[in-house]
C-alpha cells in the first residue's frame, strides 16, 4: 500500500506539469501575433545612425574650419576699395614712396626695379577685393616701367581696417605689354554671389549625401556629371571639384566652411573660396559665381584668382 501512495504522488505530479505545459504553450500560442506585431514596431521605431548608412568605415567628427561672415554689402567694399587704391596713388604721386608696404618691402622692390637707371614705377592699379581669415583686403599691381613694351607687375595683397592699411603681403611677379586692372569703377556689381553662397553649399552637400557618392564609394570624377548638372555648374569643370570634396568628406559632409571671397570685374565674377579638413590634410575649391548670369557656374579644385592672371 506504501508502494502505490508513492506512484500515486509521482502520477501527480507529473500530471500537473504537463497541464502546466500546455496551458503556457496555449498562451504563448494565443499572444503570437501580439509579440510579432510589437517586435516589428520597436525595429522600425529604432533610429540608425546615417553615417552607418552612408559609409560605416568613416564615422568621425565634425573638424570644420572656421568660417567667415558673408554679410556685407560688396558695393560698399567696391567704394572702399577704389578709394583706397585713388589714396595709394595720390600718395605715391606727392612722396615717390610706397608707404603701404613695410620698409623692407620698399626696401626690397625698390632694389629691383633700380637695378637699371631708367626704370621706375608708374601708377598702381586694382586687381581684385576680397575678404579672408584675416580681413578685408585688396590686391594691387605695383607698375615697373622701362624702354621696353613689356611691363613688369609687383603685385601685393593690402589687408585693411576701414581706411587704414594694416599689413602687406607680396604675391608674385607677372609681366605683359599692358598694365594689369580688373576692377573699373563703372561696372556694375549686380547679384553679389556672396549672399548666395551658404545656401547653394547646403544644396551641394546635400547632393552629395542623397547620391551616396561620399568618401569610399566616389570611384571617379565621372559620377559627379549628373550632380553638377542639377546644380547648374558646368560638369567638365566642376566634377573633379566635386569628386574631390567628396572623396575628402566626412560622413556628414560637414568638414568643409567658406573662408574667403574675391570679387573682380573681369572676369565678372564673385569667387568663393572654401576650405576643407580631413585628420591629416587641408584642401581648398574655389566655388565661382557670374555676375552676368546671376548663377554658380563652376566648383574647381585649388584656389583660383586674378592674383596670378596676366
Known amino acids: 500500500m506504501e508502494i502505490l501512495k508513492k506512484l500515486n504522488k509521482t502520477y501527480i505530479k507529473w500530471i500537473v506539469i ?16 501580439k509579440i510579432k506585431d510589437k517586435t516589428i514596431n520597436d525595429i522600425s521605431s529604432l533610429t540608425i545612425p546615417f553615417s552607418l548608412i552612408v559609409n560605416p568605415n ?6 570644420a574650419p572656421k568660417a567667415i561672415s558673408l554679410k556685407t554689402d560688396l558695393n560698399s567694399s567696391k567704394t572702399d576699395a577704389l578709394n583706397l587704391i585713388s589714396s595709394i596713388n595720390d600718395d605715391y604721386d606727392n612722396t615717390k614712396q610706397l608707404s603701404f ?22 601708377k598702381m592699379t586694382l586687381l581684385n577685393f576680397g575678404k579672408d581669415t584675416h580681413g578685408k583686403y585688396i590686391t594691387v599691381s605695383c607698375n615697373r616701367y622701362d624702354d621696353t613694351k613689356n611691363i613688369v607687375s609687383y603685385r601685393y595683397r593690402l589687408y585693411s581696417k576701414e581706411d587704414t592699411i594694416t599689413s602687406a603681403k607680396y604675391l608674385n611677379t607677372k609681366s605683359n605689354k599692358y598694365p594689369p586692372k580688373y576692377i573699373f569703377k563703372d561696372i556694375e556689381l549686380g547679384k553679389f554671389g556672396t549672399t548666395e553662397a551658404d545656401a547653394f553649399m547646403q544644396r551641394l552637400k546635400t547632393a552629395i549625401i542623397n547620391s551616396n557618392l561620399t568618401a569610399t564609394n566616389a570611384s571617379e570624377p565621372g559620377n559627379f556629371n549628373q550632380i553638377s548638372i542639377n546644380l547648374g555648374l558646368n560638369p567638365d569643370k566642376s566634377n573633379i571639384g566635386l569628386y574631390t570634396l567628396a572623396k575628402n568628406s ?3 559632409v560637414s568638414n568643409s566652411s567658406i573662408v574667403g571671397y574675391q570679387v573682380s570685374d573681369v572676369p565678372r565674377y564673385t569667387r568663393i573660396y572654401i576650405k576643407q579638413l580631413s585628420k591629416d590634410n587641408s584642401y581648398y575649391y574655389t566655388l565661382t559665381f557670374s555676375r552676368n548670369s546671376g548663377h554658380f557656374i563652376n566648383l574647381q579644385r585649388g584656389i583660383i584668382s586674378t592674383d596670378s592672371k596676366n
Not at 504537463?18 to 501575433?33: D, E, H, M, T, V
Not at 568613416?58 to 573638424?63: A, C, H, L, M
Not at 608696404?101 to 608708374?122: F, T
Open 18 to 33: 504537463f497541464l502546466l505545459l500546455i496551458a503556457i504553450i496555449f498562451s504563448y500560442a494565443l499572444n503570437l501575433g
Open 58 to 63: 568613416n564615422i568621425d567628427e565634425d573638424i
Open 101 to 122: 608696404l613695410s620698409n623692407d618691402q620698399e626696401e626690397s622692390l625698390l632694389k629691383k626695379v633700380h637695378q637699371k637707371s631708367h626704370r621706375y614705377i608708374g
Open 250 to 252: 566626412n560622413s556628414r
